[in-house]
């Protein structure tokens, strides 16, 4: 049984080493091309006024949506930023997708409601929208109170009641910088084939927000949320750049991302009881604009800024990470046609291998090594070097990643001036790699096994209000 046994051991650690390595290299190449991007992206931004489309009549009209269930600590807060934005023509949509809490009545008591009658076509099915309301205070303020369908079906119903060709949506618990909505929408104009654009996500934790306005940029004090920000900016500034660079962008946050109505109604809108319907719509749309052979764009940006709120216990972010992990499982099941397709270039050639390999089962791979290596050194398969060699590159790797990510933060957009706001991101940036990434890696091959069972739940996650004193709780949840 030992003969049998100890070869195929080995070969887990051999195989374990190898994808490690070969992650930590695609990574490698990814921030290299994210620093490319960048320095292209800062070059163009010397050569746009945007100061001159804030004021100018010809920049496309825009809806903003925000999908709302259990809401109440931060609606208002939320509401209040939208509607101070810096955009000559918009409207902004809030959809209280049945909410259990007071989050309808915070929204009428905050922005004076009254009833309105608003005819609209169903482009697309959605749950039964009991009634409309308007802002007596801001005319392109509407409130629309429906039947709880999920995130997915709000978000139908607002684009069904929404009347201009680009809409933006964002979650309730985000605000955006005061210029976000002229960045993200200035793609449009530039490019007529683009059908969606993703802007970046930063933990807002630690932030001076008061009345929904961002009063001063600055870090938490809690390690959860230090670990997370790090985690964000290694994301958006390295993957989701990088992807763009290689036009094989698959994922556009659900929190922040601008999309053509047109383009989105054609593919039947957001998919409901789907947990990850960003991912799943943005795959939806590659799939369809491949399959009519038409020319089109999917894009991110890394300077126009959502500020949101992270998970503040370790519970809630359990429940965040296997709910992103059985989104993407459900969203690469559902398009699996398309893997391996010649017919979808890139995206079905490159892409999506990468996303089953890396992203879906990479997990496995990864808990296996961090399992396997040291028992085999335990029992004497490997020896000593080996097993500090295996965990060496997985932490230097790692780390190299994360701290290449707060040079391109600091290189470009230096939202972390100070120099004690940058030691305690670099100091977290080493720590990320020290028990936070593997656990998030556990949490990952948790929500694997228990799909078929977690596939159309989405759990509680407690909220906080914007304001600092963090006094106040609020229970978010969204089915």
């Not at 059908?195 to 001063?216: F, P, Y």
């Not at 004193?469 to 609020?474: R, V, Y």
Request: net charge positive; glycine share 8%; aromatic share 12%.
């Amino acid at each position: 049984m030992e003969k049998v046994l100890k070869p195929i051991i080995l070969g887990i650690n051999y195989f374990s080493l190898f994808y490690v390595l070969l992650i930590s290299s695609i990574y490698l190449i990814q921030l290299i091309g994210a620093a490319i991007g960048l320095r292209k992206y800062s070059k163009s931004l010397k050569y746009t006024d945007y100061q001159r489309f804030q004021e100018s009549d010809n920049m496309v009209p825009i809806s903003v949506l925000v999908p709302a269930y259990n809401e109440a600590a931060t609606i208002a807060d939320n509401t209040r930023n939208l509607l101070s934005l810096d955009f000559p023509q918009y409207e902004v949509i809030v959809i209280n997708d049945g909410s259990k809490d007071e989050t309808m009545e915070i929204l009428k008591k905050s922005f004076s409601l009254l009833p309105i009658y608003i005819p609209f076509k169903r482009s697309i099915p959605t749950k039964k929208v009991r009634a409309a309301y308007r802002s007596a205070v801001y005319p392109n303020l509407v409130v629309l109170d429906k039947e709880n369908g999920g995130k997915a079906d709000a978000l139908n119903a607002g684009m069904n009641a929404s009347m201009y060709p680009v809409f933006i949506s964002i979650d309730a618990d985000s605000i955006l910088e005061k210029s976000s909505l002229i960045k993200i929408v200035y793609t449009f104009m530039g490019d007529p084939t683009c059908v969606a654009v993703g802007g970046i996500v930063r933990i807002g934790s630690g932030c001076k927000i008061v009345d929904g306005q961002l009063q001063d940029v600055d870090l938490s004090n809690k390690p959860l949320l230090m670990l997370q920000t790090n985690e964000y900016l290694r994301a958006f500034l390295t993957g989701r750049i990088g992807f763009d660079q290689m036009g094989m962008l698959l994922i556009i946050s659900g929190a922040f991302g601008a999309f053509n109505k047109q383009a989105v109604i054609d593919v039947g809108g957001y998919t409901t009881g789907c947990i990850g319907e960003d991912m799943e719509l943005v795959v939806k749309l590659h799939q369809s604009m491949r399959d009519q052979k038409r020319p089109y764009s999917v894009k991110f940006l890394p300077d126009p800024v959502c500020w949101t709120q992270p998970p503040e216990r370790l519970q809630d972010l359990k429940k965040q990470r296997k709910r992103w992990q059985i989104g993407l499982m459900d969203t690469l099941l559902k398009h699996k046609d398309m893997l391996l397709n010649p017919h979808y270039g890139r995206i079905g050639m490159v892409c999506l291998p990468y996303f089953w390999i890396f992203e879906l089962l990479g997990p496995i791979f990864e808990l296996s090594g961090y399992i396997a290596v040291p028992l085999s050194w335990f029992f004497g398969i490997v020896n000593l070097r080996f097993m500090v060699s295996f965990y060496l590159v997985a932490v230097l790797y790692g780390t190299i990643l994360s701290v290449g990510s707060l040079l391109l933060e600091e290189n470009t957009f230096r939202k972390y001036p100070k120099i004690d706001q940058l030691m305690k991101l670099f100091l977290f940036a080493i720590i990320d790699n020290l028990g936070y990434r593997q656990i998030n890696t556990i949490y990952k091959v948790e929500a694997m096994f228990g799909f078929r069972k977690n596939r159309s739940s989405w759990g509680t996650i407690k909220r906080r209000t914007f304001q600092d004193d963090g006094k106040k709780e609020g229970t978010q949840t969204t089915k």
